[in-house]
């Protein structure tokens, strides 16, 4: 058993969730510390031009990108101060990065961090770059996260889906005797997000309190859900911003309250429509991800899957970490040479393993 920090700083770019978990690889242990690091409003001002403008210069870019390493080292740092855990205790940290763009038709991802001064700030080895291979092999590069979705399923029962919902959303549907299934829906938060961010400033739609005032236009969903996305079977991954031209061109004369429910109403249009590429009805839906935290998304959930539907602390895991954990777990099996995705989750030509070793 190995004791591994995972990083995760996904497309909210709020900040780096810093998870520890002991792995072989296969079983999991000891996954109750963790730590949440927020990315300064100047800093994630700046990741958000890079992500949403694109036309950064190159100094700008690796700016950004020593500042967010430098995020990740403290987010380290903290938690093991946090948790009381010696540095020498810890084999690996699992280092995603930040991604600013993801393009799988064209075999191309880009997450941004230096994971060489990661390890030189914390003293620990590190595995980054883990989607490059499976493109490379073939695959979409995403998601990742199903290997670890099955190792925490046992305790559930099946047929059964994990949901996350980040920016993107994506889904792993696990049943016995059957390779897991997994892909992303859609949209999860990121839409929602940009879309109160340019009309309120905050930083997105606390509780969904402004989408449970708004007025859902049918005809709207209706051309946002006829994305051909949606009739395009799985493996298949989505960039960040797939959606946001469409968005942005339907909803230009629509209200702040009416805009968050059309796109709330979206993530969860997308995940209905996923079921169509299920084998059977799952009993049961696990939900992890900051859209949980939407109250809105959550009864459009629970309406429109029949109430199977639980946030994944009911398996005893922080909803909140799920990922950063995951990217532990992913460094241990990469570590080992283990595979980290499957012709079923990625598209991949052969089970590959991932990652790129980085000592300190």
Known sequence: ?????????????????????????????DTRKDFFAPYSPELRKRLRAIVLKGNISKIELLRVEKEITVAHAGAVNALLTKSGVKKSKVDLIGFHGQTIAHFPGEGATWQIGNPSLLAELTGIDVISDFRRHDMAAGGQGAPLVPFFH??????????????????VANVTYIEKNLPVIAFDTGPGCALLDDWIFKHSGKHFDEDGGIAVDGKVNKELLKKLLSDPYFHKKPPKSLDRQH?????????????????????????????????????????KWFICGGGRHNETIMSGLKKNLKGKVEKIEALGFNGDMLEALAFGFLAVRSHLGMPISLPETTGVRRPVTGGAFYRA
């Open 1 to 29: 058993m190995l004791n591994a920090i995972g990083l995760m700083s996904g497309t909210s770019m709020d900040g780096v969730d810093a998870a520890l978990i002991k792995s072989d690889g296969t079983r999991i242990e």
């Open 150 to 167: 099955a190792a925490i399923a046992s305790k559930a029962g099946e047929p059964i889906v994990m949901l996350n919902i980040g920016g």
């Open 243 to 283: 959606f946001s031209y469409l968005a942005a061109d339907l909803l230009k004369s629509v209200s702040l309250k009416n805009g968050a429910a059309i796109l709330a109403a979206l993530t969860v249009g997308a995940v209905v429509k996923s079921c169509e590429f299920f084998p059977k009805e799952p009993k």
